[in-house]
Protein backbone atom coordinates (compact mmCIF):
# COMPACT_ATOMS: atom_id res chain seq x y z
CA UNK A 1 0.00 0.00 0.00
CA UNK A 2 1.27 3.73 -0.07
CA UNK A 3 0.97 6.15 3.07
CA UNK A 4 -0.63 9.33 3.07
CA UNK A 5 2.82 10.74 1.52
CA UNK A 6 3.25 7.25 -1.19
CA UNK A 7 5.49 5.31 0.87
CA UNK A 8 5.30 1.72 -0.94
CA UNK A 9 4.06 -1.23 1.38
CA UNK A 10 3.43 -4.71 1.11
CA UNK A 11 -0.48 -4.24 2.86
CA UNK A 12 -3.05 -1.47 3.27
CA UNK A 13 -5.79 -0.41 4.47
CA UNK A 14 -8.39 0.50 1.43
CA UNK A 15 -8.22 4.05 2.41
CA UNK A 16 -4.42 4.21 1.49
CA UNK A 17 -4.68 2.61 -2.08
CA UNK A 18 -3.78 5.17 -4.63
CA UNK A 19 -6.90 6.55 -6.12
CA UNK A 20 -6.84 5.01 -9.66
CA UNK A 21 -10.53 5.06 -10.47
CA UNK A 22 -10.43 8.53 -9.99
CA UNK A 23 -8.38 9.05 -13.39
CA UNK A 24 -9.96 6.69 -15.20
CA UNK A 25 -5.97 4.69 -14.97
CA UNK A 26 -5.95 0.42 -16.03
CA UNK A 27 -2.23 0.40 -16.56
CA UNK A 28 -0.12 -2.85 -15.66
CA UNK A 29 3.70 -1.23 -14.25
CA UNK A 30 6.68 -2.92 -15.11
CA UNK A 31 8.67 -0.87 -13.41
CA UNK A 32 8.21 0.32 -9.71
CA UNK A 33 10.47 3.03 -7.36
CA UNK A 34 9.49 4.37 -4.19
CA UNK A 35 11.07 7.07 -2.46
CA UNK A 36 9.80 7.51 1.72
CA UNK A 37 7.08 9.83 0.72
CA UNK A 38 6.28 9.05 -3.34
CA UNK A 39 6.32 6.95 -5.92
CA UNK A 40 7.60 6.54 -9.31
CA UNK A 41 6.44 3.87 -11.73
CA UNK A 42 6.89 2.59 -15.36
CA UNK A 43 4.50 1.17 -17.69
CA UNK A 44 4.05 -1.28 -20.02
CA UNK A 45 3.56 0.66 -22.74
CA UNK A 46 6.46 3.43 -21.19
CA UNK A 47 4.26 5.60 -19.43
CA UNK A 48 5.31 7.37 -16.43
CA UNK A 49 3.23 7.46 -13.16
CA UNK A 50 3.99 9.11 -10.33
CA UNK A 51 2.01 9.69 -7.05
CA UNK A 52 2.98 10.91 -3.13
CA UNK A 53 4.41 13.80 -1.66
CA UNK A 54 5.35 16.58 -4.18
CA UNK A 55 6.63 18.65 -1.42
CA UNK A 56 10.12 19.14 -3.14
CA UNK A 57 8.85 18.48 -6.83
CA UNK A 58 9.30 14.72 -6.43
CA UNK A 59 6.50 13.70 -8.65
CA UNK A 60 7.62 15.70 -11.84
CA UNK A 61 4.92 17.42 -12.37
CA UNK A 62 2.06 19.55 -10.89
CA UNK A 63 -0.38 18.87 -8.00
CA UNK A 64 -2.90 21.05 -6.47
CA UNK A 65 -2.00 19.86 -2.82
CA UNK A 66 1.96 18.72 -2.11
CA UNK A 67 0.88 15.35 -1.50
CA UNK A 68 -1.59 13.59 -3.71
CA UNK A 69 -2.94 9.90 -4.12
CA UNK A 70 -4.28 10.66 -7.71
CA UNK A 71 -2.08 8.93 -10.10
CA UNK A 72 -0.93 11.21 -12.70
CA UNK A 73 1.29 10.85 -15.67
CA UNK A 74 4.61 12.86 -16.41
CA UNK A 75 6.06 13.68 -19.66
CA UNK A 76 10.29 13.10 -19.74
CA UNK A 77 10.41 14.90 -23.36
CA UNK A 78 10.15 11.33 -25.41
CA UNK A 79 12.64 9.53 -22.81
CA UNK A 80 11.95 6.10 -24.26
CA UNK A 81 13.00 2.40 -23.13
CA UNK A 82 13.25 2.95 -19.55
CA UNK A 83 15.33 0.09 -17.94
CA UNK A 84 15.72 0.78 -14.27
CA UNK A 85 13.91 2.99 -12.19
CA UNK A 86 15.25 4.62 -8.49
CA UNK A 87 13.65 7.03 -6.07
CA UNK A 88 15.30 8.76 -3.26
Known sequence: YVNSQGGLYLRAPESMIPEFDKVKLRIIFRLIGSGSDH???VAQDGQI?????????????????QDTNLPGRIDLFGLKNITQLACG
Open 39 to 41: VVA
Open 49 to 65: ITWGSNKHGQLGRQTND
